[in-house]
C-alpha cells in the first residue's frame, strides 16, 4: 500500500523560510509525479507546485512563482518544497500527493489526477 508522509512544517515570521518533505513509500516498482497542495481556513485545497518522476519538469502556481521551488533528485526520494520569502497569506496546511505514470516527464497540477494524499502539515506565517 502507499503512503504519502509530509514533515516540515511549523511557525515562521512573515519573510522567513521552511523546507517541506515528502516521502512516498509501499510501492518500489512504479514511477509517481508528485506534488504540493494547500487548503487555507474556509478555502479550497489549491495546486502549489508539481514535479515529474524525473526531477527534470516542474510547475508553480503563480502566486508561489520566484518564491517556492519543487525539486527532488533523480526520481528519489524525498521531493522537497523550499519556501522563501513566507507571506501571512501563505498559512495553510499542506498535502504532498502523488500519482503513478507510465513517462518519467509526466506530472500534473490537477488534485483530480493524484490518487495518494498525505495527511498533511501546517504551515503558519505571522506578520
Known amino acids: 500500500q502507499v503512503q504519502v508522509v509530509e514533515s516540515g512544517g511549523g511557525l515562521v515570521q512573515a519573510g522567513g523560510s521552511l523546507r517541506l518533505s515528502c516521502d512516498v513509500s509501499?510501492?518500489?516498482?512504479?514511477?509517481?509525479?508528485t506534488a504540493w497542495f494547500r487548503q487555507a481556513p474556509g478555502k479550497e485545497r489549491e495546486f502549489v507546485a508539481a514535479v515529474s518522476w524525473s526531477g527534470l519538469r516542474t510547475n508553480h502556481a503563480d502566486s508561489v512563482k520566484g518564491r517556492f521551488t519543487i525539486s527532488r533528485d533523480n526520481a528519489k526520494n524525498p521531493v522537497y518544497l523550499q519556501m522563501n520569502s513566507l507571506k501571512p497569506e501563505d498559512t495553510a496546511v499542506y498535502y504532498c500527493a502523488a500519482f503513478a505514470v507510465s513517462h518519467p516527464s509526466y506530472y500534473s497540477s490537477s488534485n483530480h489526477d493524484y490518487d495518494y494524499w498525505g495527511q498533511g502539515t501546517q504551515v503558519t506565517v505571522s506578520s
Open positions: 509501499g510501492d518500489t516498482l512504479s514511477s509517481y509525479a
